[in-house]
Protein backbone atom coordinates (compact mmCIF):
# COMPACT_ATOMS: atom_id res chain seq x y z
CA UNK A 1 0.00 0.00 0.00
CA UNK A 2 1.34 3.86 -1.33
CA UNK A 3 2.45 5.19 1.56
CA UNK A 4 3.69 9.05 1.49
CA UNK A 5 5.13 11.49 3.37
CA UNK A 6 6.15 15.34 3.00
CA UNK A 7 9.36 17.24 4.53
CA UNK A 8 10.59 20.11 4.48
CA UNK A 9 11.07 23.32 6.39
CA UNK A 10 7.42 24.46 8.34
CA UNK A 11 8.72 28.19 7.78
CA UNK A 12 9.71 30.38 4.58
CA UNK A 13 11.06 33.90 3.81
CA UNK A 14 9.22 36.47 1.55
CA UNK A 15 11.00 36.29 -1.97
CA UNK A 16 13.15 32.89 -1.15
CA UNK A 17 12.36 29.06 -2.95
CA UNK A 18 10.57 27.06 -1.10
CA UNK A 19 11.24 23.41 -1.24
CA UNK A 20 9.58 20.25 -0.19
CA UNK A 21 9.87 16.70 -0.31
CA UNK A 22 7.47 13.85 -0.91
CA UNK A 23 9.06 10.33 0.17
CA UNK A 24 7.23 7.32 -1.09
CA UNK A 25 6.69 3.88 0.01
CA UNK A 26 4.97 0.67 -0.76
CA UNK A 27 5.52 2.07 -4.18
CA UNK A 28 7.53 2.82 -6.73
CA UNK A 29 7.11 6.24 -8.60
CA UNK A 30 8.56 4.88 -11.70
CA UNK A 31 6.59 1.28 -11.50
CA UNK A 32 3.21 2.45 -10.37
CA UNK A 33 1.68 3.76 -12.89
CA UNK A 34 0.30 6.64 -10.98
CA UNK A 35 0.55 10.53 -11.41
CA UNK A 36 2.52 11.76 -8.32
CA UNK A 37 0.86 15.40 -7.13
CA UNK A 38 1.51 18.55 -5.31
CA UNK A 39 -1.83 20.39 -3.95
CA UNK A 40 -2.28 22.82 -1.46
CA UNK A 41 -4.48 24.19 0.81
CA UNK A 42 -4.47 27.94 2.32
CA UNK A 43 -6.42 28.78 5.47
CA UNK A 44 -9.83 29.10 4.52
CA UNK A 45 -9.69 28.17 1.20
CA UNK A 46 -10.12 25.37 -1.14
CA UNK A 47 -7.60 22.86 -2.41
CA UNK A 48 -5.47 23.91 -4.92
CA UNK A 49 -3.89 21.53 -7.56
CA UNK A 50 -0.02 22.66 -8.15
CA UNK A 51 1.26 20.16 -10.63
CA UNK A 52 2.44 16.47 -10.82
CA UNK A 53 4.75 14.36 -12.54
CA UNK A 54 3.41 11.00 -13.87
CA UNK A 55 5.26 7.80 -13.43
CA UNK A 56 6.79 7.88 -17.00
CA UNK A 57 8.64 11.30 -15.76
CA UNK A 58 5.89 13.74 -17.92
CA UNK A 59 4.83 16.79 -16.08
CA UNK A 60 1.94 18.77 -15.65
CA UNK A 61 1.56 22.18 -13.51
CA UNK A 62 -1.17 24.72 -13.10
CA UNK A 63 -1.15 27.58 -15.22
CA UNK A 64 -1.68 30.29 -12.60
CA UNK A 65 1.55 28.41 -10.93
CA UNK A 66 4.04 27.37 -13.38
CA UNK A 67 6.29 30.23 -13.46
CA UNK A 68 7.08 29.80 -10.10
CA UNK A 69 6.80 26.15 -9.74
CA UNK A 70 9.35 23.16 -10.52
CA UNK A 71 8.71 19.63 -9.59
CA UNK A 72 10.90 17.05 -10.09
CA UNK A 73 11.72 13.64 -8.92
CA UNK A 74 15.21 11.34 -7.39
CA UNK A 75 14.16 7.79 -8.50
CA UNK A 76 16.87 6.30 -6.85
CA UNK A 77 15.51 7.75 -3.44
CA UNK A 78 11.64 7.24 -4.76
CA UNK A 79 11.12 10.88 -3.75
CA UNK A 80 9.37 13.58 -6.01
CA UNK A 81 10.19 17.31 -4.71
CA UNK A 82 8.06 20.62 -4.96
CA UNK A 83 9.88 23.86 -5.33
CA UNK A 84 7.92 26.89 -5.51
CA UNK A 85 9.80 30.13 -5.75
CA UNK A 86 9.65 34.08 -4.63
CA UNK A 87 7.34 33.04 -1.88
CA UNK A 88 4.97 35.62 -0.28
CA UNK A 89 2.99 35.38 3.11
CA UNK A 90 -0.14 34.61 -0.08
CA UNK A 91 1.75 30.78 -0.15
CA UNK A 92 1.13 30.17 3.45
CA UNK A 93 -1.08 26.77 3.53
CA UNK A 94 -1.13 22.99 4.25
CA UNK A 95 1.08 21.46 1.52
CA UNK A 96 0.19 17.61 0.38
CA UNK A 97 1.90 15.58 -1.83
CA UNK A 98 -0.61 12.84 -3.24
CA UNK A 99 -0.55 10.16 -5.86
CA UNK A 100 -3.07 8.30 -8.22
CA UNK A 101 -4.09 6.73 -11.45
CA UNK A 102 -7.77 7.83 -11.86
CA UNK A 103 -8.17 9.55 -8.59
CA UNK A 104 -5.80 10.51 -5.83
CA UNK A 105 -6.51 7.78 -3.03
CA UNK A 106 -3.19 8.48 -1.12
CA UNK A 107 -2.12 11.33 0.54
CA UNK A 108 0.65 12.53 2.52
CA UNK A 109 -0.18 14.27 6.21
CA UNK A 110 0.12 17.77 4.72
CA UNK A 111 1.96 19.81 7.10
CA UNK A 112 1.50 23.51 7.16
CA UNK A 113 3.97 26.49 5.87
CA UNK A 114 4.13 29.55 6.76
CA UNK A 115 5.45 32.17 4.78
CA UNK A 116 6.58 35.57 6.90
CA UNK A 117 9.24 37.37 8.13
Known amino acids: QVQLQESGPGLGKPSQTLSLTCTVS??????????WSWIRQAPGKGLEWMGA???????YDSPSLKSRTSISRDTAKNQFTLQLSSVTPEDTAVYYC?????????WGKGPLVTVSS
Open 53 to 59: IAYSGSL
Open 98 to 106: ASGHYALDS
Open 26 to 35: GGSITTNYYY
